[in-house]
């Protein structure tokens, strides 16, 4: 039950982080107050569930004439307390108060009084009452990156404990019954006590090797690595705690350089949500760029892509051999191949409300006759201008074509001058009707984020700022 307690946390500070950093982050991740209570509620559900049934070590003693053993001593409730969390400049500080605990087990004593010895048994339940705790937590990075965690320091107090006895004479367990108090009330409280104890393990040990094994590098889409690591330790402010992270995608198995730095993030003052995501432009265009360096923004456009004939250059009705008849006579009974090749790095520009795709592109012009023969006849330079909406999902961000401009020029021609009319043709019945579909499944796939399953959004607010989008929201943790 310990793993659970801390996804949260961690799912959301490996999300997050102001040191000094010398270049701008490609992803910059803020957890406000509301979305550190949440998670500790959460810790407290599942801390509650891993307590119960706890055992506590045996006690023997001797209080005057009465020796006396305490055994099988387990916790049988633990009541959820009040729970807040302060941020600090050093870090997190949570506190509790009102925890009550209930305690089960079996008594036996030995009084002698006398030469008559009396020995007797039974069952005791214990309750601790106005239980607090408070714990330190120490957020940093590690050599490689990746969120550390850690904690400082933890203190516990129990106001009062009231023991009840099953079995055996009053007159004699009265005898011991105080010391028996005081002896679970030290064993549960202080910084060395049971409940700072767990808390520590699950921190120090638990957490710390579950930080240990979060991903810095996400794969995406079989040939891009994805790295949200730290860029420096987490900076705290009265509210929120903010992440800075590398966010630059590179192709798998090779870090690669961009050659381009990422552009600043708007500050941001909300705190109204759990979570805000800022997702720079540059995240986007680093993957862009990495595309366009291994040859990935190329297409080759055939029939099968564009139906009802309109690349043959013979035909009875429409076709391109009709409409632009230089093809035609050059190209009798063959259909037109395209092979559309970016000339440089498509950029995505986000302005307020509203994102666009610029991008430049070769596309070249093939006759064949089925027999791999291809003979080249047209080059048009493209321009192409393509205005998205963005969503939010299932953790990921999809996109979609609102809107596709694209301006072609003749850059090379064998079938001598094209009029306005056969671009606008080719533009609207070639080009747009194969891209529009490309793109539109391109942003269909989704660009995951740094969210682990067990974690979801709720009420989700997407907001497209200057070089950035911002995804404002709560989370809702599952159990499994």
């Not at 516990?156 to 011991?176: H, M, P």
């Amino acid at each position: 039950m310990q793993k659970p307690i801390f996804l949260v946390w961690f799912i959301l500070i490996e999300l997050l982080t102001n040191a000094t950093h010398s270049k701008n982050p490609g992803l910059k991740s803020r957890i406000t107050s509301k979305g550190f209570t949440y998670a500790v509620n959460v810790a407290l559900d599942v801390l509650s569930k891993g307590i119960t049934h706890k055992g506590i070590p045996d006690q023997h003693g001797v209080s005057g004439n009465v020796s006396y053993d305490i055994t099988r001593t387990t916790i049988t409730r633990f009541k959820k307390p009040a729970s807040t969390v302060t941020l600090q400049y050093v870090g997190p500080l949570w506190k509790t108060s009102n925890i009550d605990i209930g305690l089960h087990g079996d008594f036996q004593y030995k009084y002698k009084k006398g030469n008559f010895p009396i020995y007797e048994h039974g069952t005791f339940d214990m309750t601790g009452s106005g239980i607090t705790f408070a714990i330190h937590l120490m957020i940093g990075m590690d050599g490689a990156g990746r969120p550390t965690i850690s904690s400082r320091q933890c203190s516990c107090s129990v106001q009062s404990t009231d023991i009840k006895f099953q079995g055996g004479r009053a007159e004699i367990y009265n005898l011991f019954s105080r010391k028996v108090e005081k002896s679970f009330k030290s064993s549960i409280e202080g910084g060395n006590g049971l409940l700072c104890k767990q808390l520590t393990k699950l921190v120090n040990v638990d957490g710390a090797r579950l930080m240990a094994q979060l991903p810095v590098a996400v794969p995406f889409a079989s040939k891009f690595r994805i790295d949200y690591s730290f860029m420096s330790k987490p900076a705290f402010s009265y509210g929120f705690m903010e992440t800075y992270h590398k966010g630059e995608v590179n192709w798998y198995g090779n870090r690669g350089s961009i050659p381009f730095d990422a552009p600043p993030l708007p500050a941001g003052s909300s705190s109204s949500k759990m979570l805000y995501l800022w997702l720079s432009d540059f995240l986007f265009n680093s993957m862009s760029y990495t595309a366009f360096s291994h040859g990935l923004w190329t297409y080759n456009i055939t029939d099968k892509n564009i139906p009802g004939g309109i690349l043959n250059t013979t035909c009875k009705n429409m076709c391109i051999g009709k409409l632009i008849p230089q093809i035609g006579k050059m190209f009798p009974n063959s259909q037109v191949m395209l092979n559309l090749k970016s000339s440089a790095m498509p950029n995505m520009t986000s302005v307020y409300g509203k994102t666009r795709v610029d991008a430049d592109a070769d596309i070249k012009f093939y006759a064949t006759n089925g027999k791999e023969k291809f003979d080249y006849f047209l080059t048009l330079s493209a321009n192409i201008s393509t205005t998205i909406s963005i969503t939010v999902n299932n953790e990921k961000v999809f996109a979609r074509v609102l809107k596709l401009l694209i301006n072609v020029n003749v850059k090379d021609s064998k079938i001598g001058q094209l009029s306005g009319f056969m671009l606008d043709f080719i533009v609207k019945n070639i080009i747009k009707t194969f891209m529009e579909p490309m793109l539109n499944d391109l942003g269909r796939n989704g660009f995951p984020l740094p969210i682990i399953g067990s974690v979801h959004f709720a009420n989700t607010e997407l907001h497209v700022q200057q070089n950035s989008l911002l995804i404002a929201t709560d989370v809702k943790y599952l159990y499994y």
